[in-house]
């Protein structure tokens, strides 16, 4: 897979999964714009540096994805950089608030939604009409786990579980819209898919319940590279209107696992977290 010259915007890139991402793609050849809210700053400098570094092109743009007029802004601000965006990585996502179904508030739904599937949908439209005046690009969204219910009665602790209600909705909501748009985009050199991690990715944000469920459960949780090998497998494949899930990805593919570097092999689909070496 050739992606050198290709231009990428990731946004939720100053940690976690999207930083992962970044990384990958630019020890690819990517030029990687890596895009967060202005309060990750650091983060995204940090990101930024760590590919230079390497040898990568990497810029950022920070920009509060919840405000609408700001995001807007977005992908005109991030193709200053490298020019016009070939790769759109919808990352950034977030849960407003902990709260049940039958109480969460209006604006905690709202802000949910907002941020997990009206600023992709608002990045896609703004991706989308060089792309497809250039016949080609790829969108990947990040889904999650979350958009389906799981078993009634619940395995785990049920007031976690119904606090994802909302924030799954959204994410099942993503997951439509990608179906739908990869359906419109058919034959246009423009591919749309959805990936999630397969239950939890070893992530800051999720390091506390990952090392809990791990005890129990340690094939429930994937090490951050998965996510990234399984991005670049959508972006490099012939996909178009897939949802999966990042182990299943690799494991229909045969594809073995890399370090972010994209040279050192780290292990395959079923590669687990050794908590004790981290
Ligand atoms: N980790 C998991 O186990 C897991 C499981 C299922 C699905 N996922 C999905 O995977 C993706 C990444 O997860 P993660 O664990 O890596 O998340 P994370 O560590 O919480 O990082 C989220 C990223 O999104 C950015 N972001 C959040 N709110 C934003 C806003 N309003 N405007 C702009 N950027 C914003 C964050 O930066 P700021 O500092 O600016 O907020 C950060 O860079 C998400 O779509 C998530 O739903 C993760």
Redesign the pocket.
């Known amino acids: 897979m050739d992606l050198s010259g290709r231009v990428a915007l990731v ?9 992962a991402i970044a990384q990958r793609l630019a020890a690819h050849g990517v030029a990687v714009i890596v ?6 700053l650091n ?1 995204l400098q940090e990101v930024c540096k760590v590919i230079r570094d390497c040898g990568g092109r990497a810029a950022f743009v920070s ?4 405000d609408v007029a700001a995001r807007a802004q977005l992908l005109a601000k991030a193709a200053a950089a490298f020019g016009p965006i070939d790769i759109l990585i919808n ?4 849960i407003a608030a902990y709260a049940p179904p039958s109480r969460i508030d209006l604006a905690a739904r709202q802000a949910t939604f907002e ?2 599937l009206q ?1 992709p949908i608002d990045l896609i439209q703004q991706a989308l009409p060089s792309m497809r005046e250039r016949r080609w690009g790829r969108i990947v969204n ?5 958009a389906r219910q799981p078993q009634i009665p619940y395995i785990g602790p049920a007031k976690f579980v119904h606090a994802l209600t909302v ?1 799954g909705a959204s ?1 099942a909501a993503l997951e439509r819209y990608t179906l739908g748009l990869a359906a419109e985009l058919q034959g246009s050199g423009v591919h749309v898919n959805a990936v ?2 397969s ?8 390091a506390s319940v ?1 090392r809990l469920t791990a005890v129990t459960r340690p094939e429930s949780i994937e090490p951050l590279e998965l ?1 990234a090998e399984a991005v670049l497998l959508l972006i490099g494949g012939n996909y178009n209107g897939r949802l999966c899930k990042s182990r299943e990805l690799l494991q229909q593919a045969q594809q073995v696992l890399h370090a972010l570097d994209g040279k050192t092999v780290i292990g395959d689909a079923l590669t687990l977290v050794d908590f004790d070496n981290e």
């Open positions: 946004t939720g890139a100053s940690r976690g999964i999207g930083r895009s967060a809210s202005p309060r990750s983060g920009t509060d994805l919840t990352n950034a996502a977030g941020l997990n600023a990040i889904s999650s786990e979350a924030y994410k999630a991690p239950q939890i990715a070893n992530t800051e944000s999720a990952a996510m």
